[in-house]
């Protein structure tokens, strides 16, 4: 499959790890976040999405977190499996705008 | 699946050639979105349509067109192709009545546009 980057940040876990991803954005006008798992060979695959009036939400196996005050987000993924390796965006939002900008991705890298 | 569908999957073709790229959205989906990842800018938004008219544009070149017809499908048209215009070319589409911001983004498979 291709790939989707040759210098991406990368995070190697164990199976059965918890694994924690994180994304720093600048534009304070965003206010709509999501994640985004991309397989090799395959599009972005929505994952989890959160607004900006909510720190934080959870999904199955899946928490984001958002930090206002530093511009934050992070992605937690418990109980890591082998299917969850893959590259991980972040996507920001910002208000008035109807695109989204998506940061460099972070590679995820589970080992039976 | 994402019911957005992208052909051609893969495309080889020359430099100075001229390709196009079909986006059939999801069904009910107002909104096309043309991504551009390469290895070293990452996705990058290209260009957005609603409803068949432009509705954003970002760093898309003046050699690349792109247009949404009446049935909701997107074509983009990458012409006088250079090495750099290799890259994987993805088309989204929102959710429903998608004129709002805040909506996800539902992807296609991508097209692996090859320039040799």
Same mark, same amino acid.
């Given at each position: 499959g291709e790939s989707v980057g040759l210098h991406l940040p990368t995070l190697s876990v164990q199976e059965g790890d918890n694994s924690i991803i994180n994304c720093a954005y600048s534009n304070?006008?965003?206010d709509y976040f999501i994640w985004y798992k991309q397989e090799s060979g395959k599009g972005p695959q929505f994952i989890i999405d959160i607004r900006s009036n909510m720190d934080k939400r959870q999904g199955q196996r899946v928490t984001v977190l958002l930090n206002k005050t530093v511009k934050h987000l992070s992605l937690q993924i418990a109980a890591?499996?082998?299917?969850?390796?893959a590259v991980y965006f972040c996507a920001e939002n910002i208000r008035g705008y109807s695109t989204l900008t998506f940061g460099k991705g972070t590679m995820l890298l589970v080992s039976p | 699946d994402s019911g957005v569908t992208q052909t051609p999957k893969h495309l080889i073709t020359a430099t100075g050639q001229r390709v196009t790229l079909r986006c059939s959205p999801r069904s009910g989906d107002l909104s096309v979105y043309w991504y551009q990842q390469s290895l070293d800018q990452g996705l990058q938004f290209l260009i957005q349509y609603y409803n068949g008219e432009e509705r954003a544009k970002g760093n898309?070149?003046?050699r690349f067109s792109a247009q949404q017809f009446p049935d909701l499908h997107s074509e983009l048209n990458l012409s006088?192709?250079?090495? @750099?215009?290799?890259a994987l070319y993805f088309c989204a589409s929102s959710q429903? @009545?998608?004129?709002?911001?805040n909506e996800k983004l539902f992807f296609g498979s991508g097209t692996q546009l090859s320039v040799l």
């Open positions: 304070s006008a965003s890591t499996q082998p299917g969850d390796s | 898309i070149l003046e006088s192709l250079e090495l @750099g215009d290799s429903p @009545g998608a004129r709002a911001t």
